[in-house]
């Protein structure tokens, strides 16, 4: 089975990055080449997998310049790439001025880890410049289909153990070679995101409501409690923004509390199957993994009330000290906002969240698309689980979602820069 899905994977993925250097799509091919370590882990072929997306970077940087495209700075791009800049200077100013971990492995890989993995997809994304017509449906069509497919596999590693499973007092966690289940979750979480686009499939109004149900079901079998606490909320929000006061937005309003009424009875039927105690168990706001979360937060604040280092922070790294793990283990407490302001500080948090500030506050008027939605599903994920590091997808879809909102019809007073 597993060859198959490598087989799967690697014809898709080979015909997406056809289609994205076919069409210039280079923002496109920025975003599958983030997610190629994660495909690469459902495969079961970690081994250099970050390697790989940085090829995937050269080579796509290489194709940009090789077509003679230039590097594109505006008036408004400009704030973002400056404080994204302003940002990573005084991240590595208070490490190597500041924290006591300056100098020890943990403390070189995160450095290392966040400038290659936040920040530089980041700012290419914004170098880039506008995203293409058609570009995003393709990314779209991207993120959809490997949904499906990674759905599908699931199923199919499933229902073998169907018996054992829904008898079982204990929820089992299902997963997809070395990807972490979180990771998973939160994947086809963007996949159910963009299944309730209203353009996704025109005209196919029983094809698109089995298809956010198969990506409902599917995506619960990884037993991430983000799927019922932030997925659904935002997406069924993301539906209702997409309405007007035509004919046609009534419709998908009704089609809407259709969904809405499906999704519920589709939750009372999984209840209904499963053991209820596995159930609760997994998915209650009063289960262990809630706790392990809630003691590090306010351990995490205990620790920055006794240090009193408000505003410049104790420096990147040192957030592991907290715990005794010393400074070469890697900890945090899987939230993005503390770890900030205990490494950082007040003032790294003001210069961190600027952007997302100007992104958010320039776009204001304009209608939200699902990137928006995505943004803000991300920053969620972020304070819920991993660090700095492992939430780049944050930074990386609120550059694209800012680049998406640049309209031809407006004045750019693009600088290009080669």
């Not at 790989?52 to 194709?63: A, R």
């Not at 997809?176 to 686009?197: C, D, K, P, V, Y």
């Not at 168990?281 to 993994?289: K, P």
């Not at 283990?329 to 490494?343: A, D, G």
Request: charged share 10%; hydrophobic share 50%.
């Amino acid at each position: 089975m597993t060859i198959s899905m490598i087989i799967v994977f690697l014809v898709f993925f080979l015909y997406s990055a056809y289609r994205g250097v076919k069409n210039k799509y280079y923002i496109g091919l920025l975003l599958i080449s983030t997610y190629a370590g994660f495909l690469l882990s459902a495969v079961g072929l970690s081994h250099g997998k970050t390697l790989s997306v940085y090829i995937l970077y050269s080579l796509i940087i290489f194709l940009f310049v090789l077509q003679k495209n230039r590097l594109a700075v505006n008036s408004k791009n400009s704030v973002l790439i400056l404080f994204f800049t302003l940002f990573g200077i005084y991240y590595l100013a208070c490490g190597y001025f500041l924290s006591p971990a300056a100098g020890y492995s943990y403390f070189n890989w995160k450095l290392l880890m966040y400038f290659l993995q936040v920040y530089l997809p980041s700012i290419l994304i914004l170098l880039f410049g506008r995203v293409k017509t058609g570009e995003t449906k393709f990314i779209k069509h991207f993120i959809l289909s490997v949904t499906l497919i990674l759905g599908l596999w699931l199923l199919i590693i499933f229902i073998p153990n169907y018996k054992a499973v829904v008898g079982g007092t204990f929820f089992e966690r299902y997963s997809l070679g070395e990807i972490n289940t979180i990771w998973l979750a939160r994947f086809m979480s963007i996949g159910f995101l963009i299944s309730n686009s209203k353009d996704i499939y025109p005209g196919k109004g029983i094809v698109g409501l089995f298809i956010i149900l198969f990506i409902f079901i599917t995506m619960i079998l990884p037993g991430s409690k983000v799927v019922l606490f932030f997925t659904i909320p935002i997406a069924i929000i993301y539906r209702f923004q997409q309405t007007g006061d035509s004919r046609e937005a009534k419709v998908h309003i009704v089609k809407t509390m259709f969904l809405i009424i499906l999704i519920v009875c589709a939750g009372i039927a999984v209840f209904a199957i499963f053991n209820q105690k596995a159930i609760i168990g997994r998915f209650s706001l009063e289960s262990a993994s809630i706790g392990f979360r809630l003691a590090g937060y306010k351990l995490t604040i205990k620790k920055m009330a006794a240090s009193g280092k408000y505003l410049f922070g104790n420096g990147p790294a040192s957030i592991s000290q907290i715990v005794s793990f010393g400074y070469n283990t890697r900890w945090y407490p899987h939230n993005i906002l503390l770890e900030l302001l205990y490494e950082v500080g007040l003032l790294g948090m003001i210069i961190y969240f600027i952007p997302i500030f100007y992104a958010v506050g320039s776009t204001i008027k304009q209608q939200k698309t699902w990137i928006f939605f995505a943004v803000v599903l991300f920053f969620l994920f972020a304070q819920t689980s991993g660090d700095l590091v492992a939430n780049n997808f944050f930074p990386i879809y609120l550059s694209l979602y800012f680049v998406s909102r640049i309209k031809k019809e407006d004045p750019h007073d693009y600088k290009l820069v080669y």
